[in-house]
């Protein structure tokens, strides 16, 4: 048997033209079989085909890479659920850019590894130049801010309650609103702190005097407040400037979940919104979510960088002192990870190719599409909005539909393959949702998303 080419080197491009010719023809022709945002049939089917194109998985033989190759990538297109569909709007899954997707084919190719200097040279330089500037974008007047890459906002938020935890002396509270991710409370779980205080939001957003009560019932405890700039089932900001004038009261630390909503730091129309981020001593970022990049591109950003000590770490084979005095880069304490992708490299490629300008109209054109879809909703006989949209989320329900209905209705449209609506539950009842994170999205697209809506909901 031939040794397989790498995709590395000087030969790799020329071993990898055919391979990618292959890839693309398959996602061409997958993507036209499977006609819709999310293939139909449901689970039973897309496994069944899987199962087709895989079977036998570990032959004695194997196929060779062309028969490998191509049927599987098929399968895979065929079987997804493809964010780049304008009715694929269920969750805060992003179809990334093809510039995005082209500068991650690059990194996969080269393959860094950020754990040492001497596997990631020009990686980990490009790693802090991301950094920094997302720091400054976060922290604007802060002298000395810095940042994380994570996997996405899940980590961020667990990496943002162990710094909080490693800066005071006896056990941390959390303190959150019962609009918060799930991600805080389960990392107070994984840290083993004390039972969480959640805080209820009857309005969708943390209430400043209730957090007040909140804290004065803590009093003597080390607390960390977690607010939330984007939440996942609505949208919606929390009152930031009057949250942080609350913890300051009270001697609190407060970090921002801004996994959704930070983008808005891009538009000059909407940046207004996020007034006060900048006196969180952590926000967490997501940059697969309104920032377009194929998965993972989460950030944590630290008002200043002596907040990251704790994650200080040595292993002797990677940042041995005399290497890190020499002057050798030491990045095993920029992550909780060892082994990391180069992900800076397609948010850099990004960030540079559209410039804050072109991030602010993305974000712009996404939220302007959610307040055309609230618009036709509002003056819709057969449909009830349930709010104004904060950020590009919008959620609404067939009026005389109830939540038995409205579930049946969405899990019809995924098994016909025809729409990807979420679901969320507001003012104790359930609701359809639609999370609009695709710029190509026309208000036609819209109209024929409700058409199904109220072509499928019972009479």
Not at 108 to 120: T, Y
Not at 236 to 243: F, G, H, R, S, V
Not at 316 to 340: I, K, Q, V
Not at 406 to 427: N, S
């Amino acid at each position: 048997m031939n040794t397989p080419p790498l995709a590395g080197g000087t030969a790799g491009p020329d071993a990898l033209a055919p391979l990618l010719a292959a890839v693309l023809d398959a996602l061409r022709t997958g993507a036209l079989d499977r006609g819709g945002p999310l293939p139909a049939g449901g689970p039973t089917t897309t496994a069944r085909r899987v199962h087709t194109a895989a079977h036998p998985l570990l032959p004695d033989h194997g196929t060779g890479p062309e028969a490998a190759l191509g049927p599987l990538v098929h399968a895979l297109t065929q079987g997804a659920a493809d964010p780049a569909d304008p009715l694929c709007a269920a969750h805060l899954h992003a179809p990334p850019l093809a510039l995005a997707a082209a500068a991650d084919l690059a990194a996969s190719v080269l393959n860094p590894s950020l754990d040492s200097w001497d596997q990631a040279p020009a990686a980990s330089a490009l790693e802090a130049e991301v950094t920094r500037t997302l720091a400054r974008e976060t922290y604007p007047t802060a002298d000395h801010p810095d940042a994380l890459l994570t996997t996405g906002g899940t980590e961020a938020n667990q990496l943002a309650l162990l710094l909080a935890r490693e800066r005071h002396p006896a056990p941390l509270h959390l303190v959150h609103g019962a609009n918060a991710h799930h991600s805080l409370p389960r990392a107070a779980w994984l840290l083993g702190l004390p039972a969480p205080h959640p805080v209820p939001t009857p309005t969708g957003t943390l209430d400043p005097e209730a957090l007040h009560h909140t804290l004065a019932s803590l009093t003597g405890h080390p607390v960390l407040v977690a607010a939330t700039a984007g939440t996942t089932d609505s949208g919606a900001i929390d009152p930031l400037p009057a949250l942080a004038d609350v913890c300051a009261a009270h001697g609190a630390d407060l970090h921002v979940d801004a996994a959704y909503g930070g983008p808005l730091l891009f538009s000059d129309r909407r940046k207004h919104a996020l007034h006060g981020l900048d006196r969180a001593d952590s926000v967490t970022l997501d940059l697969h979510k309104l920032g377009w990049q194929p998965v993972a591109a989460g950030i944590l950003a630290v008002h200043h960088t002596g907040r990251l000590a704790p994650l200080q770490h040595t292993a002797d084979y990677l940042n041995s002192h005399d290497d890190t005095e020499a002057g050798l880069p030491d990045l095993l304490g920029r992550s909780l990870r060892t082994t990391r992708r180069p992900d800076a490299f397609k948010m850099a490629v990004t960030l540079r190719a559209l410039g804050r300008d072109g991030l602010g109209a993305l974000v712009d054109q996404v939220c302007d599409l959610a307040d055309t879809l609230a618009d036709t909703i509002h003056h819709h006989p057969a449909l009830t909005l349930h709010a104004r949209p904060a950020l590009s989320t919008v959620l609404f329900r067939p009026t005389d539909a109830d939540d038995d209905q409205v579930a049946a209705v969405r899990r019809t449209l995924l098994d016909d393959g025809h729409a990807v609506l979420g679901r969320a539950r507001a003012d104790g009842r359930l609701w359809l949702k639609a999370t609009l994170l695709n710029p190509h999205t026309q208000p036609g697209d819209l109209d024929r998303m409700l058409k199904l809506v109220e072509g499928h909901t019972p009479r």
